[in-house]
T-cell receptor
Framework: GEQVEQRPPHLSVREGDSAFITCTYT??????FFWYKQEPGASLQLLMK?????EINEGQGFTVLLNKKDKRLSLNLTAAHPGDSAAYFC?????????????FGKGTVLLVSP | DMKVTQMPRYLIKRMGENVLLECGQD?????MYWYRQDPGLGLQLIYI???????SEGDIPKGYRVSRKKREHFSLILDSAKTNQTSVYFC??????????????FGAGTRLSVL
């Protein structure tokens, strides 16, 4: 089945720096991708969902890149601020999972210091 | 606002006791899920429910069972809880969007400690 590897597991940056998180997946037919943000003690909030035909997706303060050739999904938080401190999870919809199942990465804990 | 509600938020049980975690959603979503989250392991799917009385094992179903008698409610049951079931449990529900894909919306989680 689909394997999703997320790196790095922990990331510390200073306020104003960029924070870059990457997920690699194994199923070349995966076609729907998600990023979730989880603040300490809270639930997972959907950050962005990306369909496989879209390579660059802009959000508020972040960019999601999809490289299908390398099977890589990336989240780049530009000019990070302390409010971005949280755990981030990628999720991938494998081709053979039907419409319902996602495979999650193990998460990245981001700390943004002032 | 889409809302998934979990009860209780915190629970302490002794080994061997039965545990009931409840989840509700007010969006008439067909599909609901139970995940557990452990440090370093991310989210692991326990069970998925496609609708009332239509449940399917996820990746780690052993030691758990589920019940879905109404579309808006999905329960997770631990019969004779074990210490290794100490975890944070998340419920989620999903709907099919305009491109035919399901997006998951999560509840706030239940932190279960089994002593």
């Amino acid at each position: 089945g689909e394997q999703v590897e997320q790196r790095p597991p922990h990331l510390s940056v200073r306020e104003g720096d960029s924070a870059f998180i990457t997920c690699t997946y194994t199923d070349p037919n995966s076609y729907y991708f998600f990023w979730y943000k989880q603040e300490p003690g809270a639930s997972l909030q959907l950050l962005m969902k990306v369909f496989s035909s879209t390579e660059i997706n802009e959000g508020q303060g972040f960019t999601v890149l999809l490289n299908k050739k390398d099977k890589r999904l990336s989240l780049n938080l530009t000019a990070a601020h302390p409010g971005d401190s949280a755990a981030y999870f990628c999720a991938v919809r494998p081709h053979d999972s039907g419409y319902n199942k996602l495979t999650f990465g193990k998460g990245t804990v981001l700390l943004v210091s002032p | 606002d889409m809302k998934v509600t979990q009860m209780p938020r915190y629970l302490i049980k002794r080994m061997g006791e039965n545990v009931l975690l409840e989840c509700g959603q007010d969006m008439s979503h067909e599909t609901m899920y139970w995940y557990r989250q452990d440090p370093g392991l991310g989210l692991q799917l326990i069970y998925i429910s496609y609708d009332v009385d239509s449940n399917s094992e996820g990746d780690i179903p052993k030691g758990y069972r589920v019940s879905r008698k109404k579309r808006e409610h999905f329960s997770l049951i631990l019969d004779s809880a074990k210490t290794n079931q100490t975890s944070v449990y998340f419920c989620a529900s999903s709907f099919r969007d305009r491109v035919g894909q399901n997006t998951l919306y999560f509840g706030a989680g239940t932190r279960l400690s089994v002593l």
